[in-house]
């Protein structure tokens, strides 16, 4: 059994504007996983936080898969304390296939980030998300989903796509990794494909004018960024609910751990047919903040974000040893308009041995 089988379903999970931060290396008894920090240095990205997060989904992948196809993962996180880079080392043993339910979902799970159905969830829903979450070491899913929490949740959420075109770090960085046509999307298989973005068209267009810092400054100066706020928060009260991955140790581990439930939960939501949208960008920017990463960041849009924050605290019921690592929404979305392709397994792995 090859092990590029496993890899190419690791390498589907998802990442902060689909930069897919990582490298593969074999070894003679596995694969180690790199980070790399170029490939995403935004502000949502302090400290490799983000890109932490979606190498636990990748994680998750990789051993779900692995169990799948006949491999049994002995997985060590940052087993270099001088290498951060380095997230983790698996061993692999071979061993008769365990068929796991949640390897068909690894290739069906997308974003979708259109309105959804604003249903009751059945109970026992919420448990299994729950439970999925808190058996990996460290990690709690917290729900809400009552209407009114719903409206908060929704509006502390889009004070994010406020922010994103007001400064100029967060609004480069998006622009950046935003790709317009199909012909450059099999080019790169990378970045955030427009039509995944759900917009309508006239809203296309202006997001298209956008694109240039010197004339979103203008349509700022119009209302556009507070608009765009607005009609985001609309979607997003959409939702059947919102969720919050909760942390207690702010250190590199725990947001490779938040990744591995986020993939959990999501991987069990697709098996539902039911969707999942991040909505992460406020939580990484209150990291920043709160890490003290404030230099690109004006006071006015610090204030924004940790007012937003308060909101988000007292729905969840936060206390001051919570850690938020991500947010999202959930609910019955139907099928995305687009999905987002990968690079190519072959293009992510460093020269080495074979397993
Ligand atoms: C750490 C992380 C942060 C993300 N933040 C957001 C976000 O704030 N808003 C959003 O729309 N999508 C967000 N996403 C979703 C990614 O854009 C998406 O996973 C990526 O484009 C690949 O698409 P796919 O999930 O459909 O495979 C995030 C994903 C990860 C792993």
Redesign the pocket.
Known sequence: MDIDAVLSQAI???????CQPWEIQKTSDGVEIFNVPAKDQSL?NFRQQ??Y??HG?LLENFSIAAKHLGFDPDVKLFPDANNLNLVARIKLRIINPQPQQLFECIAK?????KPYKNIDLPPVLLETLESAASDVPGVRLMLAKGAQQRNILAKSSAI?EQAVLENEYLHKFLFQHVVWTRKQLEQLKSG?FIK??EMPRPAETVFKMASSWKTVCILNKLGLSKIVAKQNEQVYNHSAAFGLIVIKNNNHDSFVRA?QA?ERVWLNLTKEDLSL?????II?LILRIKGGGVKEISDKHQKMVLRSYENIKNVFHLDDTDIPA?MFRLGQGGK?SA??P?LPLKSLLRPGQNF
């Open positions: 589907q999970a998802p990442s902060g504007d689909n949502y983000a890109s997060l979606a989904a799970r997308t974003t979708n980030r994010n955030m995944t973005l990744g986020l949208h991040p909505v992460a960008g990484f991500f995305p999905t987002s990968r």
